[in-house]
């Protein structure tokens, strides 16, 4: 995708409450272009907090990660009709015929929405995926995953930057890649097991990249907002 070093970087809303979310995008209007609404945001206040933000004039990811059975998940997709989201996610782990189904369902909702697979939570390591009972490591887990999407007809999917070039050398520059876990090298990684700075996460194939408490936190989240896009340019020259 020929996108700008803005339109590269989302912004999660990690906020508890509406206001205060609605407050970050009014200070940064004109830095960022991508906002990502989630789980805690989404479960307070559905589909009226995303017709406020696309209202606002930016582009919406809806992180909800959806993972159920196919009718449950393409039932979910059918409630999302009154709003074009830009990126919309579903976990991998709902097996190919899932992800098929919820493709269609979202194509024929809003054909210009992209349906992304989330593949191993960046809070997840080796380690925490042996304790699961999962063997493989991380790195083939995430693979494997995304082929399934793949081949299920699906536009990308979240992934760590450490897994983003292998996965763009195995199923082409094409295929999309939305990478959290994002930190500055100035920055704490909070609970992020698995990071990558802006600029290497874009030399590595990301396509977008997610940032939030770094900036929503920051003394001025326009300034730190600003630093990130500068590395996001410098990936770019580099990638």
Known sequence: MNLTARERLILSLDFEEKQAALDMLDELKGEIVYCKVGLQLFTKYGISLLHEIKDKGFRLFLDLKFHDIPNTVASAIKSLNS?????????????????????????????????????????????????????????ELVLQLC???????????????????NIKNTLGKDFLAV???????????????RIVTPSQAIQNGADWIVVGRPIIKAPSPGTEARLIITEIEKGMQND
């Open 83 to 139: 709003i074009e989201v830009d990126l919309l996610n579903i976990h991998a782990m709902c097996g190919f015929e899932g992800l098929k189904l919820a493709k269609e369902t979202l194509q024929n909702l809003h054909p210009k929405s992209k349906l992304i697979a989330v593949t191993v939570l960046t809070s997840l390591n080796n380690e925490l995926l042996s304790q699961m009972g999962i063997p493989v490591k991380s790195e």
């Open 147 to 165: 082929k399934v999407t793949q081949n299920a007809g699906l536009d990308g999917v979240v992934c760590s930057a450490q897994e983003v070039q």
């Open 179 to 193: 990478c959290p876990g994002i930190r500055r090298a100035t920055d704490d990684v909070n609970d992020q097991k």
